[in-house]
């Protein structure tokens, strides 16, 4: 009977852990292109699938953000020190007169949120692309020295095989880096290409298999114990 009970109190340990996973995931990122290279942590939670205003699965928000940001165009570098604040988790179609898209001081939209399937919405009213880890407004954090840097994806554009992702870079009053800002016809922010890993799917997808098997495993094992 104690190993029954032994197992129990594991079985629900575990659980408790797979909550975890499933609630909270880390993964690493980089991004090069256009003299601009970063590289880092996102930490980021499960959203309801409608959180952009489209029903868009594997939808998540970023809670948190660390590592470095340098632009050779303007000289920026430091450390990313997280998130821009206030954070906010509002698209243009989720957007409401109390709860408006959220912009930095010097003009910079996001959104924060994270589309573990590489399908961001098309949640930008009068802008018909999607498709990519961020959407059109990305994820807005602190570099050290005052400077506000961006992570977003121009969607995928006719022609493309693939989502245009951008990096855009501020201080606290002007845009230091973000070509062809406010175009709905060119892509915006300096193009380059990003990375996740392990990306958010397969880390749940591997949590989920050993998840079952530790089922299995103390299911057995405790009905062996019955049985004695």
């Known amino acids: 009977m104690m190993n029954v009970y032994f197992r129990g109190v594991c079985l629900t340990a575990l659980i408790g852990t797979f909550v975890q996973l499933s609630n909270a995931d880390t993964i690493s990122f980089s991004f090069n292109g256009g003299g601009v290279t970063s590289s880092g942590t996102l930490t980021i939670v499960a959203a309801p699938d409608n959180t952009s205003g489209v029903a868009t699965p594997d939808t998540y928000e970023i809670t948190g953000i660390t590592g470095k940001f340098a632009d050779t165009n303007d000289g920026i570098s430091g450390t990313i020190s997280g998130l821009y604040t206030p954070i ?13 898209v959220a912009f930095t001081t010097a003009g910079l939209s996001y959104d924060d949120l994270f589309f573990a399937g590489a399908n961001a919405s098309a949640d930008c009213p009068g802008y018909p692309f999607g498709g990519g880890y961020f959407d059109v407004y990305g994820v807005a954090f602190n570099i050290s020295g005052g400077y506000v840097g961006e992570f977003f994806s121009d969607g995928i554009l006719p022609g493309k095989a693939g989502p245009l992702y951008a990096a855009a870079d501020a201080n ?3 845009l230091l880096d973000n070509p062809n800002a406010g175009s709905h016809t060119l892509p915006v922010g300096v193009l380059g290409s990003f990375s996740a890993s392990p990306e958010p799917n397969a880390l749940r997808m591997l949590a989920c298999g050993v998840f079952a098997l530790a089922l299995i495993r103390f299911a057995g094992g405790s009905r062996a114990q019955v049985l004695k």
Do not use: R
Not at 88 to 100: C, F, H, Q, R
């Open 88 to 100: 906010s988790y509002v698209s243009g179609l989720a957007a409401t007169a109390a709860n408006p």
């Open 172 to 174: 606290s009053t002007s």
